[in-house]
């Protein structure tokens, strides 16, 4: 099966599943919703807000990421669970060619989602953020275009792991465990010095660094630093997940 028709197989398989509309949807949904919320509930003075008005109307990137998780997950682990993954693999036997031609889907349906999410998300800050000015030029661009960026990464990552572990809530629970728990981890450590390596190498913390407008000086890592270190997971975990597909029976 040629590159193409590979594609096409994997996108009929993709939208014939009921569940991916949903967690497309639920990506937009939850990531303008949180972020809506904190905008709501920041506290402006007739000054303006101040603080990072960008940052703050994309916190809601930090819920909507779990969609794009479960998303990546159910790509490889319907598959598996049902046993049509021999199908595939009688359909096409390159295993290579069949897990880059997920990941080009995922990343596809994953970009759109969160290209509508970010924008959405930084129209309704401007509303509930009264008094503040957003930036413009390259600032707002790196801030918009890296948190879409940010969220094709962490599917990524999750589709690596997915087809390394091979069972979706397994692979769902590694998958959150290392975005959510590596910057609670850095939280509670008292070292500043370790604290702060921490951060510069989790996932999370990492590459939502590209997210801010404000004082990016005085972050543990930069934005586009920040965004490398979680491609940099995303790729090791790719690697590993094609590795072990390639080596073990369907």
Not at 144 to 154: I, K, N, Q, T
Request: net charge positive; charged share 10%; aromatic share 4%.
């Amino acid at each position: 099966m040629n590159g193409w028709r590979l594609l096409r197989a994997e996108w009929t398989k993709a939208r014939t599943v009921a569940s991916t509309g949903w967690l497309v949807a639920g990506t937009v949904l939850t990531t303008v919703a949180l972020g809506g919320a904190v905008a709501g509930a920041t506290h402006c003075p007739s000054g303006g807000c101040g603080g990072d008005p960008v940052r703050t109307s994309l916190t809601g990137v930090q819920l909507g990421q779990i969609a794009v998780v479960v998303l990546a997950v159910l790509l490889v682990g319907t598959e598996y669970g049902t046993g049509t993954i021999q199908v595939t693999l009688a359909a096409a036997p390159r295993r290579g060619a069949v897990l880059a031609a997920k990941a080009a889907v995922l990343g596809a349906l994953v970009a759109a989602a969160g290209a509508v999410a970010v924008v959405a998300s930084l129209l309704l800050g401007r509303v509930l953020l009264p008094g503040s000015t957003l930036p413009g030029g390259a600032t707002l661009l790196r801030a918009a275009g890296g948190s879409v960026l940010y969220l094709v990464l962490v599917g990524l990552l999750a589709l690596g792991i997915a087809v390394a572990v091979r069972h979706s809530a397994a692979a769902i629970g590694v998958v959150l465990g290392v975005l959510y728990l590596l910057p609670v981890v850095a939280g509670a450590v008292g070292d500043p010095h370790w604290q702060r390596h921490l951060v510069q190498v989790a996932p999370m913390s990492a590459g939502l660094a590209v997210q801010v407008t404000v004082g990016a000086a005085d972050l543990p890592i930069g934005p586009w630093s920040g965004l490398a270190v979680l491609a940099g997971w995303a790729a090791a975990a790719l690697l590993a997940g094609a590795l072990l597909f390639r080596l073990r029976d369907a």
